[in-house]
Structure formats: structure tokens, C-alpha cells
């Protein structure tokens, strides 16, 4: 998978999915290449914003506490990605779609690119701006859910990917929710 063909996986069931089952990278494989290197932008850029202007986003919060939940946030990331395969299989299972841990574990991967990248917005020190385009990373990351469902698993009904992609989701916005109360508590 080029990161190239990342807008395509947002539209289509088939744009860089086909590929990246063909390909079947192991799960070190798409650790080092896919979730490593993404979730380090993300606290990155927390720790850049939150030591620049972290007054914009929580007024009286010390650079050094943003620099703390930088480093809580990357390590929370890491394990969100595991934690989200586990709840994708667990909702493979209960619907008997014939999905393995890998299958999960690529998608659980892949999906949050679109909020990695959006934490770019925070070289921007603007709350309205942040919010709009997390709001965008996030819609793109249920996109991505949906037609990774529907493709890195096989199914043939759209409407039973996009149930299985809702309880997904709703489990990865409540992930996504922890992890900003990490991130504004410290």
C-alpha cells in the first residue's frame, strides 16, 4: 500500500485494498511501517503545540504537562491499535464473519491515518481550525473503517459492514475520547 492510494481506500471497496491483501503484510511489518512512525505525529504534535501556544487549547497548563501527555498519548496510541483489532474481532466473531486477528489488526492500523495526519492542524494555533479538521480526519477514518471492513474481510453485504463498522466506530470514538481526556488532563 502506497501512502498514494490512501484517498482511494476512503471512496472505493477496492483502490489499494486489493493490494494490500495481496501483499499481506505481517503485523511487525505494518507496525513498523503504519503504526510506529503515524502515532508519533500525533504526540509530536502535541508536544510542539502544547510547549508553543498550549494556552489556546487549556489556559494554565505548563509546557512540561503538555510534554507529559505527549508522551502518555504516544504510548496510549500504541496500545489503542492492538485494543482495536481485539474489538473488531471480537465483533467479527459475533457476527460469524470469517476474520482473522491479522485482517483486524490491518485495518485497526490503518484506519486512524486520517486522525494521525489531522494532528498537523496543530502548527495551526487555532481551536476552530483543529476542531474542523480533526472532525474531517475522523469522518475519513470511519470511511476507511467501513470499506476495510467490507474488503479486508470479505463481506459481500454493504449493509452488514456498515453495521459492524458502526459498532466499530463507536468503540474507536470512545478510544479516540480517552485519549483526549489524557491528553487535557495532564
Not at 24 to 39: D, K, N, Q
Not at 108 to 117: E, G, K, Q, R, V
Not at 177 to 183: D, E, R, W
Amino acid at each position: 500500500m502506497r501512502p498514494s492510494q490512501m484517498p482511494k481506500m476512503i471512496l472505493s471497496f477496492h483502490d489499494g485494498w486489493d493490494e494490500l491483501i495481496r501483499i499481506h503484510p505481517s503485523i511487525v511489518r505494518i507496525f513498523a511501517t503504519v503504526v510506529l512512525p503515524f502515532s508519533v505525529l500525533p504526540a509530536a504534535m502535541i508536544y510542539y503545540a502544547g510547549g508553543n501556544y498550549g494556552d489556546i487549547y487549556a489556559p494554565g497548563v505548563s509546557p512540561a504537562q503538555w510534554h507529559t501527555a505527549a508522551a502518555i498519548f504516544f504510548i496510549a496510541e500504541l496500545l489503542t491499535v492492538p485494543a482495536m483489532a481485539w474489538i473488531m474481532h471480537l465483533a467479527c466473531r459475533a457476527n460469524e464473519v470469517p476474520a482473522g486477528y491479522h485482517e483486524c489488526y490491518t485495518l485497526a492500523a490503518i484506519a486512524p491515518i486520517p486522525m494521525w495526519i489531522s494532528s498537523l492542524v496543530l502548527f495551526v494555533p487555532n481551536l476552530a481550525v483543529g476542531v474542523v479538521v480533526g472532525a474531517l480526519g475522523l469522518l475519513c477514518s470511519l470511511a476507511i473503517t467501513y470499506r476495510g471492513m467490507y474488503a479486508l474481510f470479505r463481506m459481500r453485504e454493504e449493509l452488514r459492514a456498515m453495521q459492524m463498522a458502526t459498532v466499530v466506530t463507536g468503540a474507536g470514538l470512545l478510544a479516540w475520547l480517552v485519549l483526549m481526556q489524557i491528553v487535557l488532563m495532564h
